[in-house]
Every structure is written in structure tokens, then in C-alpha cells.
């Protein structure tokens, strides 16, 4: 499988959509909205902004479940 490096962040307080470029060695523990600038945090039991608000989860999550492993983010 390969691995997605672009996921589509949706805020959850203003709706706005941007598509940004992902990490591939590490999750991203907060991402500031550009339109209603709210800083966002995963939720409970997500490792970073993207398993949360992203279209797409981060590499690290991917491949994980590629491989049918645990991930340790």
C-alpha cells in the first residue's frame, strides 16, 4: 500500500478545509485554523491532528495498519 502524505483538515468550530502536507516520523500534536484561528488537539485516544480532523490519518497510522501491527505514535 503506499502511504498518503496530504490530508484535508476540517475544522470542528468554523468548517474550514485546507489540505496540508503530513510528516512521515512523527504525528502533529496541535494545528491552528487559519480562518477562525482555534488550536486543535486530537481527540481522546487519536495521535495527532490528522487521525482526528484529517481526511486521511498520519503515515505512521498507515502503516501500521498496512503491516496489521500496533502503532506507537
Known sequence: ???ALKSTITCP???HQKEEQMET???RFFYQCEDCKAVLKPLSGDCCVFCSYGTVPCPPIQESRDKGTDCCC
Open 1 to 3: 500500500m503506499k502511504i
Open 13 to 15: 468550530q468554523c468548517g
Open 25 to 27: 516520523e512523527s504525528c
